[in-house]
């Protein structure tokens, strides 16, 4: 059980009688420190861990997180976002020389051109790539082209209609 | 004489045209590409950085979607570029994803080892992938630093990147396919009783190795890995 050890050499000092000192226990002191060792590396695992979650949202979701998530980072995971998603903004604007590459689209090899969605909720206007707009409105269903559609279908806007 | 000079001149003139003028073919380059991004994704370590081949890939998505917009609308050419277009911009942006993940799992070695390279050594990084390198863990040691200040008491070691963060395995399995012929391999013996023993790689053959062994290889495009 963490922390026994701490809290019995603590009693052990409350016990002696005032102004006497009990022999310094040397064993106890070291299994107490190693035991901050074991607790803090753990610790320093399961902040990394996060680290490694809050990274994996950026691609997820893309660059703005929905607010019942965001609620959950500590300022420290909020400023780290929010520097790793400027960092991979300005990479990916400088692949290739004009313009850039968002390689956070493009996430699964492609098997049809178009693709029947339904839209789960109210999105708006939407341009697709000759110039025309769809109108996303709740359950309206539209065959569009694939690539437009992947970061909508992971935010949740858009469903993938398999018939 | 003057002619004679005049003939030489030429042909030197000539031969060092013929050098540059080694373009690849968009299939050939496409056919780089893919091999560049198989290496990428099925070694444990990330490999040297092939900007030649990402640059040119990406005019030729510029000039392909340059001739679909003069191209007549409804045209079946047009779908066929399309999804081809549609094909390599999905090999380029993993084959970018590939390295973009390792950089971030082993940064601290990476970093290091570029900080040691000899002056004409090719970095493994483009320019654009160590700036990034660099902010990535210039953000996590701001992140770490941070949290210290806030929750850690003082008398716990500070986190040294280098040895917590965990080095590439470079003893783990690959498959692989031997594209030129290569002899004496050196393979290591996996346990104490096994001895060091050579083999030769024929081309055309294919092999489960472990990937320190054939690293190198890898490199020069001697195997690919599958």
Known sequence: MFCEKAIELIRELQRAADGQLPAFNEDGIRQVLEEMKALYEQNQTDVYDRLLRIRSLRWEYGSVLPSGIRFHFAAEETEWFNQYKKSLATYMRSIGGEGGLDITQDMKPPKSLFIEVRCLKDYGEYEIDDGTTVLLKKNSQHFMPRWKCEQLIRQGVLEHVLS | MAGEGDGEDAELFRDSEQEEEEILTPAQLIAKLEEAWLNEKYSPDLLENKSEIVECVMEQLDHMEQNLQRARKGDLKVTIHRMEMERIRYVLSSYLRSRLQKIERFFPHILEKEKSLLEAAPSCLSPQEFTFAKE???????????????????????????????????????????????????????????????VDLEEGSQHLMKYKTIAPLVASGAVQLI
């Not at chain 2, 690959?174 to 104490?192: D, G, H, S, Y």
Request: glycine content about 2%.
């Open chain 2, 136 to 198: 990535y863990s210039a953000n996590c040691e701001a992140f770490l630093r941070g949290l210290a200040l806030r929750h850690m008491p003082p008398n716990l070691q500070p986190l040294d990147l280098l040895k917590s963060v965990p080095k590439p395995n470079l003893d783990s399995f690959v498959f692989l396919t031997v594209k030129e012929r290569q002899e004496n391999i050196l393979v290591e013996p996996e346990t104490e009783d096994q001895r060091e023993y050579t």
